[in-house]
């Protein structure tokens, strides 16, 4: 079954507003993942946080990670028309080599 | 530099017949390998990974296995397809120590008929 859930399923703001989104998780990780997908397309990672950090950046992205909720925020500021994707949240599992994907968030930045 | 080759891009194979899709790593030794499908619209569901040679690990029983013949060549077969096979299917590397990111394949989409 799928580790992580997404929220909201499908997100749509203008070009210039920030656009967040969510993730939960049920076991304990290692350390949680953002991936993009563009339509048709493989995953390509955007950042890497591990279980003992709280808040990691990378350019216009923020992620957060809560532990104790068992969850994580992506935020992504003044997006953009390109930012247009969807958005996955992937959990390793503390003590294995396997990742578990969320359902995954599909942003549609207007311009 | 390392990048990851996946073939063929689209498939459409009958119902019943065999499946044989193909990735191979270069610019690495050693990693981590893996299998995902993914259905429309949906996230990815894990197939199989493989942390070595001969090494396999599954995680859906279904009609499909794995093979990882060679040390960066991973092979996701059939030998009698179900419609419900159909689906982009991605293959994935990552390094083999310590919490390290994934990288993908442009991925087979795969439409049974």
């Known amino acids: 079954s799928q580790q992580g859930e997404e929220d909201p399923q499908a997100l749509s703001i203008q070009e210039g507003e920030n656009a967040t989104m969510n993730c939960s998780y049920k076991?304990?990780?290692?350390?949680l993942q953002w991936y993009r997908q563009n339509s048709g397309r493989g995953l390509v990672h955007l950042i890497l946080i591990r279980s003992n950090e709280r808040e990691k950046h990378s350019g216009r992205l923020r992620v957060t990670l809560d532990t104790s909720k068992k969850s994580s925020s992506l935020l992504i500021t003044a997006s953009r028309a390109a930012d247009t994707a969807s958005y996955f949240c992937?959990?390793?599992?503390?003590?294995?080599?396997?990742?578990?994907f969320g359902t995954g968030t599909r942003l549609k930045v207007l311009a | 530099s390392q990048t990851i080759h996946q073939w063929p891009a689209t498939l459409v194979q009958p119902v019943g017949s065999p499946l044989s899709l193909e990735c191979t790593v270069e610019g690495t030794s050693n990693p981590n390998l893996y299998w995902y499908r993914q259905a429309a619209g949906r996230g990815l569901q894990l197939l199989f990974y493989s942390v070595g040679i001969g090494q396999i690990s599954s995680e859906v029983p279904q009609n499909l296995s794995a093979s990882r013949p060679q040390d960066r060549q991973f092979i996701l077969s059939s030998k009698k397809l179900l419609l419900s096979d159909s689906g982009f299917y991605l293959c994935?590397?990552?390094?083999?120590?310590?919490?390290?990111?994934?990288?993908f394949g442009d991925g087979t989409r795969l439409s049974i008929l």
């Open positions: 994935a590397w990552s390094v083999d120590r310590g919490p390290q990111p994934q990288h």
């Open positions: 076991t304990s990780i290692n350390n």
């Open positions: 992937a959990t390793e599992t503390s003590g294995t080599y396997k990742y578990i």
